[in-house]
């Protein structure tokens, strides 16, 4: 009976250590700045591209471990620059890069040790995560990378249990401590050989819950996520923990992310959770309708929905983390190119309305948003309106009012909190911002 009192407590008090995580002045930090940058860059890329039809085909297609595995042979992305991939980033405002280092696929975008399936048993023999962070350490932009903590590959994944990848011909049954043993041996890799990493996203953890939505989503095995912060946090303290497992955040994690919905949204089925009010939000889009590269995919978001789900996000207090799906050569398709740049220089002119803000003091409107910093109002108005009428305005009184573009006055009025601006707003500026100057 003492031996099991004693178990209990010790569990117990394993628990309350995993429950009262507290981070460290570098992570506060890096918070702090991860809310000003409000923009980055996915990449979803690797020997999946090389089908054409998105990161998912190994699951989709019902491929097998087998003749999945041969597309490494295949993989030689000649066309790649790590230098042109991070400047065409930092041109379009961005200020972070969030690479895909290990999909659900298994394949490892780096020379890891751990595992055969990798960058360096390729035709191209390159470490693509060594020159991508050398050079977003080079050009001042930071760089997070995403890692899959599932896999359709590997034996010792609980894949059993798993929602996906039950066509990939194992017939086992998965070990965990021994998967745990790989992420970790994994994690301290990108961790230790890389230089300063921003943060660490993962995905996955779904794979072993009931469907978003349902009443009960508590996970079918014990990820040991206390290990796996832990671990993260102690081999680089600064560096930030997300997980895209579509409910609030789990202790330990240090930014809440939404999936193809901005919070309050829920546009695709995965976002029931509450945005928090703690941690730094960020959600993540594509440009095109994939993440991966599709041969068939034709759609592609136009510069004045880029812009204004850039302006929409901040509005909310949230980060846009904006995808591409290079090429299988290592090419980005002049599509990404060319929206990248047209929303880089609508940032040029528009940035600080943008940059280091926080939520407005209203959501989104059918007209448009409203971000705001110290002294300053800003008013993204998306459609052609002849004056903006907002309620219970919370500042005594207003400076001035102005086009950021031109700096050209507007008139005004304020009166018992009702406040009312003669916009004058044409319909080539996808986003018009106007400033308020407020005390």
């Known amino acids: 009976m003492k031996k ?32 000003d940058a409000r923009y980055g860059l996915f990449i979803h890329w690797g020997p999946f591209s090389i089908p054409g039809s998105g990161e998912w085909v190994m699951n989709e297609r019902k491929l097998n471990v087998h003749n999945y595995t041969n597309l490494k042979d295949f993989f030689n992305p000649i066309d790649f620059n790590a230098a042109q991939w991070v400047s065409m980033a930092k041109n379009a405002g ?11 696929d298994g394949f490892s975008m780096w020379d890891t040790r751990y595992s055969d399936f990798n960058i360096m048993n390729t035709p191209y023999k390159k470490d693509i995560v060594k020159m991508m962070a ?20 590997r034996e010792d994944y609980p894949h059993e249990t798993g929602r996906t990848g039950q066509n990939s011909g194992r017939k086992g049954k998965g070990d965990y401590a021994s998967y745990l043993q790989f992420m970790k041996n994994q994690l301290t890799e990108l961790l230790t050989n890389y230089g300063e990493i921003g943060g660490i996203w993962f995905d996955g953890h779904w794979d072993q819950t009931a469907p978003e939505g349902e009443k009960d989503r508590s996970s079918r095995i014990d990820w040991k996520y206390d290990e796996i912060y832990g671990l993260i946090h102690k081999l680089q303290p600064q560096c930030m923990i997300g997980n895209n497992h579509h409910m609030s955040p789990f202790d330990g994690e240090d930014f809440q992310m939404f999936e193809r919905d901005l919070p309050g949204e829920n546009k695709s089925g995965l976002s029931f959770q509450t945005a928090s009010n703690k941690l730094p939000v960020e ?34 207090g949230t980060n846009l983390l904006l995808n591409i799906g290079p090429m299988p050569s290592g090419k980005i398709q ?13 940032l040029k002119v528009n940035g600080e309305s943008i940059y280091g803000t926080q939520a407005g003091f209203v959501k989104p409107q059918d007209w448009g948003c409203v971000t705001q910093k110290a002294g300053k109002v800003y008013l993204h108005v998306f459609k052609n309106t002849p004056e903006i009428n907002l309620n219970a305005f919370p500042y005594k009184k207003i400076k001035s009012a102005y086009y950021l573009q031109d700096k050209k006055a507007l008139k005004y009025s304020l009166n018992k909190a009702v406040l009312n601006v003669k916009a004058e707003i044409g319909s080539q500026n996808p986003d018009q911002v106007i400033v308020l100057e407020v005390q």
């Open 134 to 153: 050398d050079e977003c350490h080079k050009q001042g932009i930071k760089l997070y990378l995403y890692y899959s903590l599932l896999d359709w590959r």
């Open 4 to 35: 099991v009192l004693l178990i209990a407590l010790v569990l117990l008090s394993t628990k309350l250590i995993a429950q009262n995580y507290s981070p460290s002045a570098t992570n506060i930090e890096n918070r702090k700045w991860f809310s």
């Open 94 to 104: 961005m200020k972070y890069i969030t690479l895909i280092t290990r999909h659900h």
């Open 334 to 346: 002049p599509e990404f190119q060319e929206r990248l740049a047209a929303v880089g220089d609508w």
């Open 283 to 316: 959600t993540c889009e594509t440009i095109s309708s994939s993440w991966g590269y599709n041969l068939s995919d034709n759609h592609y978001k136009s510069t004045a929905e880029l812009v204004q789900m850039l302006a929409k996000a901040a509005g909310l």
